[in-house]
């Protein structure tokens, strides 16, 4: 079946520095989503992409997804204190359409 | 604020005991779906309920079980609790049947065991 993994587990940043986390399916996918969830917070949709090597922006973060589609990448660049959270990637198998969740990466920022 | 609402924000019981976390979708939303998010494992898709009917399943317990009511508020049952039940559940929903569909999160209910 699909296994999602997700990397790094954890990321350690400076503010202001960019970073790049990673969601990598064993198969092919329908889609995928983006979510960030704040400290004590709840998940928070932030983007999906469903075509081959689609690139979308949202300000500081750049979401990519795979020719192959297989794989998705989220892309922030001079982190703020505000992007402290989880995000983790959630995926829908093209074959079997069953619903993934990466394990997610903690971002933890220095100031 | 997402629009879904739990309830009870906190539950503290004992082992063996039984609970029921209680969910309301967003004004719209036809599909609930629960989760399981504990510290060591993540978050882990238990079930899909769309317009009453279960749509998909995932890794939820035989001592665990849900149901959508005709209103489409939704109710997780936990039963026979153990301390390795001690998680956050959230509960999220969206507008049809499919997953692919945006999810939107409740606050969650967090659930301790003692």
């Known amino acids: 079946g699909q296994q999602v993994m997700q990397i790094p587990q954890y990321q350690h940043v400076q503010e202001g520095e960019d970073f790049t986390t990673y969601c990598n399916s064993s198969?092919?996918?329908?889609?995928i989503q983006w979510y960030k969830q704040r400290p004590g917070g709840h998940p928070v949709f932030l983007i999906q992409l469903v075509k081959s090597g689609e690139v979308k922006k949202q300000k500081r973060l750049t979401f990519q997804f795979g020719e192959a589609k297989k794989n998705s990448s989220l892309h922030i660049t001079a982190t703020q204190t505000t992007d402290v959270g989880t995000y983790f990637c959630v995926t829908v198998g093209a074959n079997d359409y069953k619903l993934s969740f990466g394990a997610g990466t903690t971002v933890t920022v220095r100031a | 604020d997402s629009g879904v609402t739990q309830t009870p924000k906190h539950l503290i019981t004992a082992t063996g005991q039984r609970v029921t976390l209680r969910c309301s979708p967003r004004s719209g939303d036809l599909s609930v779906y629960w989760y399981q998010q504990s510290l060591d494992q993540g978050l882990q898709f238990l079930i899909q309920?769309?317009?009453?009917?279960?749509?998909a399943k995932g890794n939820i317990l035989e001592r665990f079980s849900a149901q959508q009511f005709p209103d489409l508020h939704s109710e997780l049952n936990l039963s026979s609790l153990e301390l390795g039940d001690s998680a956050l559940y959230f509960c999220a929903s969206s507008p049809s049947s499919s997953i692919t569909d945006t999810q939107y999160f409740g606050p969650g209910t967090r659930l301790t065991v003692l």
């Open positions: 198969t092919t996918l329908s889609n």
């Open positions: 309920y769309y317009n009453g009917e279960e749509r």
